[in-house]
């Protein structure tokens, strides 16, 4: 069996380094708001969760697009429920013109910038999609790793959208929590050999609404943000995740009982609940706001619209 142990005399070079070094944060999202809670680390895993239409998927494209923009990253993405790889590419397209795609809109883009965009994505973005067949985690990654062989291309992150449109077996660690446990190990697992980044995107199991006040002053019920135990699976996926961010889409014209304000239509709350390694996030929410027309997402600043960019004291 190979040695798996070390003396604290073999750690001492790599230690001396790190304290040399200090705490290293992940690579910066594109966000102001964001960063002081989240940044994506090679080597490490985000576990994106939420209820349906809560935005999940944009807000990772808008992650992945913002990477690749600001520092060229390369991504693997399969998301089944975004549609066949052809519209996954169109949307990946409208994302990166920030315009929309389809003729039926308005200032959609021309066959010029398809054409441009089509050859610049193809550089950076891999789309997985088995069509009636369902892959397996280990399936997924072996497709990974034939993507770099073939391509000579370095993989910076993996998705999968959503965690249930994998093949999964239960049986074979007789409880579904088990199951959950040695899955999501072997992810991270394969993050650290491959030193890649890997999301998966997955849905929290019902809840409970809570009391809550209109623009009107009428009372009404909402959901609120899940919980990182309401991740449907059970605790496995708090006990397992390094990144652990909740994408939750408030109610329009619900008091903020935070702010005192109402919701925006186009609001979407980024809730960190849990990150590893120290250094790259801290608990806590940014918001998000969603603009249709440019198929992206912005943040106030100053009371002013901003859009994802490179900040200037880091990369």
């Not at 992650?63 to 690749?68: G, K, R």
């Not at 003729?103 to 891999?126: G, M, P, V």
Request: proline share 5%; with cysteine; net charge neutral.
């Amino acid at each position: 069996m190979a040695k798996h142990w070390y003396s604290i005399q073999e750690c001492i070079p790599q230690v001396q380094q790190l304290y040399k070094t200090g705490l290293t944060r992940g690579a910066y999202c594109g966000f102001n708001s964001v960063d002081p809670y989240y940044t994506i680390k090679p080597a490490g895993t985000t576990y994106l969760y939420g209820t349906p239409t809560s935005g999940k998927t944009e807000f990772w494209l808008e992650v992945l697009m913002s990477t690749t923009e600001m520092y060229g990253w390369n991504h693997v993405l399969y998301l089944p429920e975004s549609g066949s790889k052809d519209e996954v590419v169109a949307e990946l397209i409208s994302k990166y013109a920030r315009k929309p795609f389809f003729k039926d809109y308005q200032n959609h883009i021309s066959q010029d910038e398809l054409d441009r965009y089509l050859q610049t994505l193809n550089e950076h973005f891999f789309i997985i999609d088995p069509k009636d067949q369902s892959l397996s985690i280990e399936e997924f990654f072996q497709q990974v790793d034939d993507i770099e062989k073939e391509t000579g291309k370095k993989i910076d992150t993996t998705v999968t959208d959503p965690w249930n449109e994998l093949r999964h077996d239960y049986s074979e660690e007789g409880r579904q929590d088990l199951y959950i446990e040695n899955r999501l190990g072997f992810i991270r697992a394969n993050a650290i050999v491959k030193k890649r980044h890997n999301c998966i995107i997955t849905h929290s199991r019902d809840q409970h609404p809570v009391e809550g006040v209109d623009i009107n002053n009428k009372k009404v019920f909402y959901l609120p943000p899940p919980t990182a135990r309401e991740i449907a699976g059970g605790q496995a996926w708090y006990r397992k995740a390094m990144m652990l961010v909740c994408v939750w889409r408030p109610p329009h014209n619900i008091i903020d009982p935070g702010t005192g304000a109402p919701f925006a239509d186009n609001e979407v709350h980024i809730i960190v609940q849990k990150f590893k390694p120290k250094g790259t996030g801290k608990k806590g929410t940014a918001k998000l706001y969603y603009d249709i027309q440019q198929n992206r997402y912005y943040e106030f600043e100053n009371g002013d619209r901003r859009y994802s960019g490179k900040k200037a004291y880091r990369f």
